[in-house]
Nanobody, 117 residues
Framework: QVQLVESGGGLVQAGESLRLSCAAS????????VGWYRQAPGKPRELVAH???????NYADSVKGRFTISRDNAKNTVYLQMNSLKPEDTAVYYC???????????WGQGTQVTVSS
């Protein structure tokens, strides 16, 4: 079973950047889709960015033009580059991998991102 571990969160000021990493304990080669989600206090978890092996990439409207999702199969890692951060980006960020072999979704434990104004 693959385990995902997020890192790179922290406290930044508005306008600054962060890069989140999601490292897998095994190969992500069979992940047909990877995604980043976030959950702010009192709100439901929402999709931030999603990328498939067919080339489809989707972003929440609130992050378009600011965030970029990428994956490095050689490093078994998924990234989320976040630029021009805003206070409303404050949330716990989770990564997810969808495996085409096991037909399972794998989630990380989350990393906190806090953006001060």
């Amino acid at each position: 079973q693959v385990q995902l571990v997020e890192s790179g969160g922290g406290l930044v000021q508005a306008g600054e950047s962060l890069r989140l990493s999601c490292a897998a304990s095994g190969s992500i080669f069979s992940f047909y889709a990877v995604g980043w989600y976030r959950q702010a206090p009192g709100k439901p978890r929402e999709l931030v960015a999603h990328k498939t092996t067919t080339g489809s990439t989707n972003y929440a409207d609130s992050v378009k033009g600011r965030f970029t999702i990428s994956r490095d199969n050689a490093k078994n890692t998924v990234y989320l580059q976040m630029n021009s951060l805003k206070p409303e980006d404050t949330a716990v960020y989770y990564c997810k991998g969808s495996d085409s072999h096991t037909l399972r979704d794998y989630w990380g434990q989350g990393t906190q991102v806090t953006v001060s104004s």
